[in-house]
């Protein structure tokens, strides 16, 4: 993406994202996920969930993901240099990644996937950009302040 380049479909989803954080729609953690793998995308970072990224081979199902090109593998190609995932924050990741903005809010995320996608969606940003954009951690700051505030009445 170069300097001054429109990307609408970016910024329909950041005003999207803001919607869901105003209106108190969804989960924030799970919004962060979510907006962080369209800025993998927008930037030619995006995941690809439909085939092994060693042999091509299409799978629908992986529980680990390379650590090198950011894909699943399958069971059958070694799995050096690989990220253990569990099969329901595989699901996660692969709903996240697949549908838009408008479809997220469905979806419930157990503590444990949270956790998981947080720590594989940061070694990804962290290998993929020289330093992590400041507003991906504009939603961990989001958290922790709905955490902390009291209802006003």
Known sequence: MENDEVNKELFRDLVSSFYFIKNDAMDIEVLARAFEL??????GYSLNFNQCVKCRKKITMSNNI???????????????NSIYISSPTYNTLKFLNN????????I??????????YKILSFIISQSYTRKPRSL??????????????PLL
């Open 108 to 117: 419930v995320v157990s503590k444990t996937s949270k956790l998981e996608l």
């Open 137 to 150: 951690e504009m939603f961990n700051h989001l958290t922790t302040f709905q955490e902390n505030s009291q």
């Open 99 to 106: 549908f838009g903005m408008d479809r997220i809010n469905r």
């Open 66 to 80: 390379d650590s090198i090109t950011y894909g699943p593998i399958c069971r059958e190609c070694e799995k050096l």
């Open 38 to 43: 369209r800025i993998l995308k927008a930037t």
